[in-house]
């Protein structure tokens, strides 16, 4: 093995050390923080990000990069393709630090780790004139990152951005081709289904209250069946669900609403498809590169093809309508028919995460341009609320009460991940088509009916019937 690629790997490891050490403080202050430790904290996570970005920039990292490039360690015809990728890797990860300067990575990442805290209040009180300030910085950096990082790699501003998410992928299209299709698609598409709806008696709702202490205990059970160990994860609250940390120490969290159970139980399910990736990348190139994700249109599929696809299948209502009678109590909601109803019944709504499949690309698409717009410099940090109501009101006929179930309601903009929107219709998309293939080989692989001499058991029902258990 090249000495020069070894040099790189033991960089690469050491950035990923940074990395983990990054997700957990991330994670600690969405779960744990108190309230004045938010100063330190933006400044913990930015001199960790100026680290790392120091070993992404150093003098001996182009020419390691070039001696191992020489060797033809980076070819398609390389003997271990797997090294190949990860030098191929390597280099567009070192060709995007050169373009920022460490200055502006450090202000960055003091700047939304600021506006996010604020944003937590902000977004419990309504209140967008609070967080204002610090976003208008955080748009100013991103824009500023966006425009050095574009000229660098030869694309455009929010595609430099979308290239940090899922490279390979622009705007164009993404939103001259897909999206543009899923809204003429929409448009007759929504109709039809509400007036199908119209057809059919009202699914009931379970009656609440369900305790947070309940609610918690059954949404871990539901995961462990999902086959996350929590010897490698924890569970905890968040003012907006996520999956951080690191594949061997992931951190996922919910929001409990004691009104209705089913909003924290697919939002945990969701975020456990993310951490159960996590676990499956692959061990023996951990801190690498290409032991990583695949970016975060791969990683939305995971968690959405969890969510939305096993989880609101018959099967797994089916098995899932007693458990959570035994969790909580009886309820007529629970009975046969009404929670697939329930579950995947089409509501225009103001919230992404609780979207019904027919209408979550909706809430994609306009934040996709909204972002789009404030990168570009069309649109300006005081306007957004305004041009936000404007965007669901065009695809959705819906307007926000307020600004918590409108423009305050991610996170997303407030800690500065501009071009991470796209990724979740990519995923949904994907994870369709992965659901699909695996029924596909399920039904070509079907075993052998019982002969009659036998007698036939049928199989323990399994809240994951779709997939291999030791796969989940």
Request: glycine fraction near 8%; proline fraction near 8%; aromatic fraction near 8%.
């Amino acid at each position: 093995m090249s000495r020069a690629y070894e040099r790189l790997a033991e960089r690469f490891s050491r950035i990923g050390v940074l990395a983990e050490a990054e997700g957990v403080l991330a994670w600690d202050a969405a779960a744990m923080m108190p309230l004045g430790g938010g100063r330190a904290r933006g400044d913990q996570l930015a001199v960790l990000a100026g680290i790392a970005h120091g070993l992404l920039t150093a003098p001996g990292i182009n020419a390691d990069l070039d001696a191992a490039e020489a060797a033809g360690l980076d070819s398609n015809s390389s003997p271990d393709p797997w090294r190949a990728a990860n030098l191929r890797l390597m280099r567009h990860a070192a060709r995007r630090a050169a373009a920022v300067p460490g200055g502006l990575v450090e202000a960055a990442a003091r700047a939304n780790s600021a506006c996010e805290k604020i944003w937590r209040g902000a977004r419990m009180r309504a209140d967008y004139a609070a967080v204002l300030p610090t976003f208008i910085e955080v748009v100013r950096l991103a824009r500023e990152q966006a425009a050095v990082l574009g000229a660098a790699l030869g694309l455009t501003p929010y595609d430099a951005l979308m290239d940090g998410y899922q490279p390979g992928i622009g705007a164009a299209e993404v939103g001259e081709n897909l999206f543009a299709r899923y809204e003429r698609f929409l448009a007759r598409a929504l109709p039809a289904a509400e007036a199908r709806a119209a057809r059919l008696p009202l699914p009931c709702f379970p009656a609440g209250p369900f305790p947070v202490a309940a609610q918690e205990a059954f949404c871990r059970r539901l995961a462990e069946r999902a086959r996350l160990s929590f010897t490698h994860a924890r569970l905890d609250p968040s003012a907006h669900p996520f999956c951080g940390g690191s594949p061997t120490d992931i951190r996922i969290t919910t929001r409990y609403d004691k009104a209705d159970a089913l909003r924290a139980l697919f939002a945990v399910l969701h975020e456990t498809g993310h951490a159960l990736y996590e676990r499956g990348l692959p061990a023996a190139w951990a801190r690498q590169p290409v032991g990583s994700a695949a970016g975060m249109a791969a990683h939305e599929s995971q968690s959405l093809m969890m969510e939305m696809q096993a989880c609101r299948s018959d099967a797994f209502l089916g098995w899932l309508a007693p458990e959570l009678a035994r969790a909580f109590a009886p309820d007529p909601a629970y009975g046969a028919g009404n929670l697939p109803r329930l579950c995947r019944r089409v509501v225009r709504g103001f919230i992404r995460v609780d979207a019904d499949e027919l209408t979550y690309p909706a809430h994609v698409v306009f934040r996709f341009r909204l972002e789009r717009a404030l990168i570009g410099g069309e649109l300006q940090p005081a306007d957004l609320p305004k041009a936000w109501n404007a965007g669901i009101e065009g695809l959705l006929g819906i307007r926000p009460p307020d600004d918590r179930v409108g423009c305050l309601q991610d996170i997303h903009w407030f800690d500065g991940s501009f071009g991470y929107f796209p990724n979740y219709s990519l995923g949904a998309m994907a994870a369709t088509q992965l659901m699909e293939a695996a029924r596909a080989h399920c039904r070509n692989h079907r075993s052998p009916a019982p002969s009659r001499s036998q007698p036939h058991k049928p199989p323990r029902p399994e809240p994951f019937p779709h997939l291999a258990p030791r796969q989940w």
